[in-house]
T-cell receptor
Framework: AQTVTQSQPEMSVQEAETVTLSCTYD???????LFWYKQPPSRQMILVIR??????QNATENRFSVNFQKAAKSFSLKISDSQLGDAAMYFC???????????????FGKGTKLSVIP | AAGVIQSPRHLIKEKRETATLKCYPI?????VYWYQQGPGQDPQFLIS???????DKGSIPDRFSAQQFSDYHSELNMSSLELGDSALYFC????????????FGPGTRLTVT
């Protein structure tokens, strides 16, 4: 079974600064997908960014980028120019690429609560 | 763009009662997933359906059952409710043939008293 670990329960960042959230995972599969989801106080789950394991290039979405280290099974999220609206719980998630390897279900980490200081 | 719709948004039930949660996926999405998120917890996978057939099962109690209908909407039926069933229940949908992304609905907050 796959596991996802987020070792930082809480983090804080000054507005306009940069912060990096850590995530490690464990899998025996060679092909899979990784995601970062944002859950603001409204509790809505919002997809922030995704990474295909077969792609060496790190994904980027505006102020959000990832550092994907496949050999180290590490998938960190960098938020640049942090804004007050970035304050939320952030979940790292894993999904198999092929259903024959188990399931398409998402396996989540425990989350990191990000606070943004004005 | 249309999103995943869940109803009701809030539900209060007493112990041993029954609850039914509904999920309407994004149009043309053929796969539905159900997740349970307890207070301060990460979402846990319950069950999924692809083309109206159960495709996978996670940590879903035997008291719970679900199905996907011909119009692709899904219902999660929960019987003999327990206090520990109080949680946020998410439905997510995806299009198996196009995208691996799961789009989440706003969730149904179930409170069991």
């Amino acid at each position: 079974a796959q596991t996802v670990t987020q070792s930082q329960p809480e983090m804080s960042v000054q507005e306009a600064e940069t912060v990096t959230l850590s995530c490690t995972y464990d899998t025996s599969e060679s092909d899979y997908y990784l995601f970062w989801y944002k859950q603001p106080p409204s509790r809505q789950m919002i997809l922030v960014i995704r990474q295909e394991a077969y792609k060496q290039q790190n994904a980027t979405e505006n102020r959000f980028s990832v550092n994907f280290q496949k050999a180290a099974k590490s998938f960190s999220l960098k938020i640049s120019d942090s804004q007050l609206g970035d304050a939320a719980m952030y979940f790292c998630a894993y999904r198999n690429a092929y259903s024959g390897a188990g399931s398409y279900q998402l396996t989540f980490g425990k989350g990191t609560k990000l606070s943004v200081i004005p | 763009a249309a999103g995943v719709i869940q109803s009701p948004r809030h539900l209060i039930k007493e112990k041993r009662e029954t609850a039914t949660l509904k999920c309407y996926p994004i149009p043309r999405h053929d796969t539905v997933y159900w997740y349970q998120q307890g207070p301060g917890q990460d979402p846990q996978f319950l069950i999924s359906f692809y083309e109206k057939m159960q495709s996978d099962k996670g940590s879903i109690p035997d008291r719970f059952s679900a199905q996907q209908f011909s119009d692709y909407h899904s219902e999660l039926n929960m019987s003999s409710l327990e206090l520990g069933d109080s949680a946020l229940y998410f439905c997510a949908s995806s299009s198996a043939g196009v995208s691996y992304e799961q789009y989440f609905g706003p969730g149904t907050r179930l409170t069991v008293t």
